[in-house]
């Protein structure tokens, strides 16, 4: 039986990927963690927090990634108000 408000909405993996498509949240936090530094490479952590109808919906990595640094841009800022150089 439907409360006074009516059914309260089921939510299922297509209908939170249809909520991030269509940007139907009220808030979206994105985190990135550095969990580790591996030779050449970065290990990271992705998560998401968002609010959809006065619910918090939590997005989150099973298994950390690992991505090459050498697929970064890195560059020199020196004291911050302009790049110097970049950084091979």
Do not use: C
Not at 13 to 23: A, G, P, Q, S, T
Not at 37 to 66: A, G, N, T
């Amino acid at each position: 039986m439907a409360g006074f408000l009516g059914a309260k909405e089921v939510l299922t993996r297509d209908r939170v990927k249809e909520i991030l498509r269509n940007k139907e949240y009220s808030y979206l936090e994105e985190k990135v963690s550095l969990l580790e530094v591996r030779d050449d490479s970065l290990l990271l952590k992705i998560s998401f927090l968002l609010q959809y109808k006065q619910r918090m919906i939590s997005i989150e990595e099973k298994e950390p990634i690992i991505l090459a640094l050498k697929d970064f841009k890195v560059e020199d800022w020196g004291d911050g108000i302009q790049k110097i150089a970049d950084i091979e």
